[in-house]
């Protein structure tokens, strides 16, 4: 399902520009952009915005915007660390690595589903992030409530926004 | 005659404090400490901390030494996790050999790479309230 790719960018002005044109827009339709952010001492780490709706096909691209610190998109699935699937099972897996301040990494979703990721380093503080890609079927059995729950840490569970808030608001920061 | 026995004691003990202090003012820091970025992948520059040295045998409460850009010890932090900080569990005889201390801050961490739980940072600054300048970015 997915390309992975793994980019390096300026966190100087001309990304914090480009992201603030009316071009965002445009690239809505084929880049959506996730940033990975905390605050100045470390106290509050997030994935903004935490929660959207793609099309089959759209490619999400995550950059870390954290000066101080180092995160990761993480796919809850077997392959990574023994985790819990919460993604589609035919889908492949994503890990990004550490990402230092600047750097991105991107991946192409092409099967509808519901997509649950974390930060490795930062799980337990609720920093996760959940994908809508399509229109996938309410009771696909992708997520059956007590096996979602197993092994994640309350903070995660609680940080997750539902998938009806994502369907109603495309995007949940 | 107690008191002619403590005199060369404490001569003593604050000559070896003074050496330690003296050892980790400027980075590097001697063995065992080592580079926090190069253990785990973090920035080298910690905007509000610095860079930061640990010897990876006292994680994960540290002490960990942070520098300025020029190289200068600005403070000694320790990371404490949250869920240690209960009746069963405590902190004793952490190290302290950065020397005189200007103030102390206290704040939580959600976690970073190293000490991934969520904890609370107790920072020793060594300069000055105004010289936490020399480590904000």
């Known amino acids: ?18 992201l603030s044109l009316s071009q965002r827009d445009v690239w809505a339709e084929e880049v959506v952009e996730i940033r990975m952010q905390g605050r100045a001492d470390g106290s509050h780490v997030w994935f903004d915005p935490i929660g959207v709706l793609i099309k089959p096909g759209q490619m999400v691209r995550w950059t870390n915007f954290n000066p101080g610190n180092s995160h990761t998109t993480t796919a809850y699935h077997p392959a990574n660390f023994g985790r819990p699937l919460r993604m ?10 550490y ?31 959940r994908i809508i890609v399509g229109e996938p079927e309410a009771h696909g059995g992708w997520m059956e409530a007590v096996a979602a729950s197993r092994g994640l840490p309350d903070e995660a569970l609680k940080a997750f926004p539902t998938v009806e808030e994502i369907r109603a608001n495309r995007t949940i920061r | 005659m107690k008191k002619l026995f ?14 330690a202090a003296d050892e980790v003012a400027k980075a590097p820091p001697a063995a065992p400490y080592q580079q926090v970025s190069k253990l785990v992948k973090l920035p080298d520059f910690l905007p509000g901390m610095g860079q930061l040295f640990v010897d990876p045998a006292t994680l994960p409460a540290g002490p960990f030494l942070a520098y300025d850009h020029d190289g200068k010890l600005a ?33 939580y961490n959600a976690g970073h790479p190293g000490v991934e739980e969520p904890h609370v ?10 010289g936490e300048a020399s480590v904000a970015k």
């Open chain 2, 75 to 107: 403070s000694t932090i320790y990371m404490l996790p949250t869920k240690d900080l209960n009746p069963d569990k405590s902190f004793d005889n952490l190290a302290a050999p950065g020397g005189n201390v200007d103030h102390v801050d206290v704040y």
């Open chain 1, 99 to 129: 990402l230092l301040p600047g750097e991105s990494f991107s991946v192409t979703f092409t099967e509808q589903g519901v997509y649950d990721y974390y930060c490795v380093p930062h799980e337990q503080a609720g920093m996760v992030g």
């Open chain 2, 6 to 19: 403590l005199v060369p004691v404490l001569i003593l003990d604050s000559s070896v404090c003074a050496i």
């Open chain 2, 121 to 130: 940072h107790v920072v020793l600054w060594h300069v000055a309230a105004a």
């Open chain 1, 88 to 97: 589609p099972e035919s889908a492949k897996s994503w890990d990004s690595d």
């Open chain 1, 1 to 18: 399902m997915t390309i992975a790719r793994r980019e390096v960018l300026g966190l100087g002005g001309g990304l914090v520009a480009v």
